[in-house]
């Protein structure tokens, strides 16, 4: 459904028995409901709180009913360097505005494997280096004793003290969660997966704030940090837009439109890219819901439901019943 058609639909809804005329919901009341329905749906859905009790991804009910806010990202990392930091922490940031739920974690590892140091003139753009007893700096960067880096060029000059510079192997792997009061003892148990052995490790993992922190035993270095998360569902609007944000998705009714070289008709959706932020043709165009069409029912009648409450309506009690079907 467009965002006309939800609000008509809700309005439908409340309305069956003209019970509901002389409230008068404002278009912008609409929105607010129909954004905190599928904020409540989608939490709902997720940790699996409503009525079947089942949580996302344990039936393909839940994985369709959420499968496009799925999302996947790659996140450098960069070594903790703070005095309060952990030793050897290695730190990504969250996706800043859209993150919301975790659902997978993999990294990447470095390590050691060139028995010999490589030369000022010999590094292989893309490959993974270990510094080791002294300074050097890369592409104006500088890298100490113990450090990691990735070669963006294929040299590097000597700064202060022998600096080596030796190939590095890089794996992907899984993660090892841990949590707050659990860490003290995880990290100073000799035998948790996180100690790099036979060419294997876990990092540790901790979330602080904004930032997933990833711990390595000092054996290797953490390059990547791969997040699949759940992320947040937009706010859809019924007022009309004319600027065009990259990442978001938008509905057009009323006539046709031209975005980034494709025609769009009523009922179509799309989503903005960074290369146009404008569109031509006098359809209307809004922010739309981001969840699979076959959610959208479910969405109408949980926001009518939420509005009969609010207005302590006496059709609330029967429309909950009825509400809970639609789970």
Known sequence: MTVLELHRAVRYEIDKTDSLD???????????????????????????????R???????KRIDDLRTLVKETSISTTKGSESYDISNVYKASLPSTSY???????ADIVYKTGTSSVGTSNLTVGS?????????????TNYSDGEYFKASTTNYTESSGSPKVYLCTKKRVSINETTSDQFKFDFENPYNEYNFYNYEAKPLRLFRDNQVYL????????????????????????????????????????????????????????EGVD???????SGEVRKTIDLPEHTHDEIVKEAANMMLENTENPRYQSHSIENMKSE
């Open 22 to 52: 002389s409230v008068g919901f404002l278009p912008e009341e609409y929105d607010y409901w129909l954004n905190s329905a599928i904020i409540n749906k989608v939490k709902s859905k997720f940790s699996g709180s409503g009525v079947k």
């Open 54 to 60: 089942e949580a996302f991804e344990q039936n393909q």
């Open 100 to 106: 919301w739920f975790t659902l997978a974690e993999e």
């Open 128 to 140: 993974y280096y270990k510094v080791e007893d002294g300074t050097i700096t890369h592409d104006s």
């Open 215 to 270: 711990i390595s035993d000092g054996n290797y270095g953490i390059a990547n940090y791969y997040l699949t998360y759940l992320k947040k569902p937009q706010e859809i609007s019924i007022d009309t837009i004319t600027t065009i944000n990259s990442g978001t998705l938008y509905d057009v009714s009323e006539n046709n439109i031209t975005y980034d070289g494709t025609s769009y008709t009523p009922g179509d959706t799309f």
């Open 275 to 281: 290369s146009e932020t404008s569109f031509t043709g």
